[in-house]
Each structure stands twice: as structure tokens, then as C-alpha cells.
Nanobody, 126 residues
Framework: EVQLVESGGGLVQAGGSLRLSCAASGFTFDDYAIGWFRQAPGKEREGVSAISRDDGTTYYADSVKGRFTISRDIAKNTVYLQMNGLKPEDTAVYYC???????????????????WGQGTQVTVSS
């Protein structure tokens, strides 16, 4: 059974940092690309960052480029999202997800993903 469990969310002041973790079970990173998404109240879910299955290519939304970094620890079957320079507009529930197709150019699209975690809340105060 494929499972994804996020952790690391919390309350932080603007300019601060958080590191989110996505622990995967039931599959390995050879099988799926992993993406991070977020959804703020009243807004659609949006892609934040992703890392491809095959060669570890990374992708970022323009809004987080230069501030967020995605990485993976294959031995621990865990993907991380290091978030620096956080802004109030980064406040959202953050989800990780797994995509079996791993098609370049699509990894920030929520509809491409097959499995989702339960989400972790990130709140950035001004």
C-alpha cells in the first residue's frame, strides 16, 4: 500500500524557515516522482516543487524559486522541502504526492498525481 506522511509544519514568523518531510512507504523513488503542493483557504491547490523519479531533476513554482529547496534521501525514502525566507502568503496546508508517470513539464500539476498525503499546516505570521 502506497502511503505518504508529511511532517514539519508549524507556526513561524515572516523571514523564518521550516523543513517539511514526506515519508513514503509501499514504494521507492525509482517508481514515482514526488511533488509538494499547497492549498490556502479559498484557493486552488497549487504546485510548489517536485523532484523527478528518473534523474532527480527539480522543479519550482516561480513564487518559491530561490527560497525553497526540494531534496530526497533515497536510503530513508523521504523527500524534504526546505523553506527559507517564508512570507505570510506561504501560509497553507502543504501536501506531498506521488506521480507514477513522471512526465517532464507536468510535475507541478496536481492532476498528474496518483497518491497524496494528509497534509501539514504551515502558518507564517507577519
Amino acid at each position: 500500500e502506497v502511503q505518504l506522511v508529511e511532517s514539519g509544519g508549524g507556526l513561524v514568523q515572516a523571514g523564518g524557515s521550516l523543513r517539511l518531510s514526506c515519508a513514503a512507504s509501499g514504494f521507492t523513488f525509482d517508481d514515482y516522482a514526488i511533488g509538494w503542493f499547497r492549498q490556502a483557504p479559498g484557493k486552488e491547490r497549487e504546485g510548489v516543487s517536485a523532484i523527478s523519479r528518473d534523474d532527480g531533476t527539480t522543479y519550482y513554482a516561480d513564487s518559491v524559486k530561490g527560497r525553497f529547496t526540494i531534496s530526497r534521501d533515497i536510503a530513508k525514502n523521504t523527500v524534504y522541502l526546505q523553506m527559507n525566507g517564508l512570507k505570510p502568503e506561504d501560509t497553507a496546508v502543504y501536501y506531498c504526492a506521488a506521480d507514477a508517470e513522471d512526465v517532464p513539464g507536468t510535475l507541478l500539476l496536481p492532476a498528474e498525481y496518483d497518491y497524496w498525503g494528509q497534509g501539514t499546516q504551515v502558518t507564517v505570521s507577519s
